[in-house]
Nanobody, 123 residues
């Protein structure tokens, strides 16, 4: 079993930045590709970014490419999402997820999920 716990969400003005963290425990962190998804009220869960088990590969949704950066620290068993130039449409609950295969944007492919952290961007 893998446990994922997100933190770092909050309220920020448009144009600002936030860094989300996802602490992973329970199994070998380096065995899993990790990703961030988000879900706004009344919408479906949306893929944001993914990172390979080694950290050498990353993959972004078009809506965040160039503004968001995903990274991982194996020593700390933590995945990060640095979010810059935030927009009102980035407002959502952000969840991290783990899977055995890198590069998948389909939420159903992910085996483990955190509870999420709220990000609210005021315009």
């Amino acid at each position: 079993q893998v446990q994922l716990v997100e933190s770092g969400g909050g309220l920020v003005q448009a144009g600002g930045s936030l860094r989300l963290s996802c602490a992973v425990s329970g199994r070998t962190f380096s065995n899993y590709a990790m990703a961030w998804f988000r879900q706004a009220p009344g919408t479906e869960r949306e893929f944001v970014a993914a990172i390979s088990w080694s950290g050498g590969g990353t993959y972004y949704a078009g809506s965040v490419k160039g503004r968001f950066n995903i990274s991982r620290d194996t020593a700390k068993n933590t995945v990060y999402l640095q979010m810059n130039s935030l927009k009102a449409e980035d407002t959502a609950v952000y969840c991290c997820a783990a899977t055995s295969t890198f590069g998948i944007s389909r939420a159903t492919a992910y085996d483990y999920w955190g509870q999420g952290t709220q990000v609210t961007v005021s315009s």
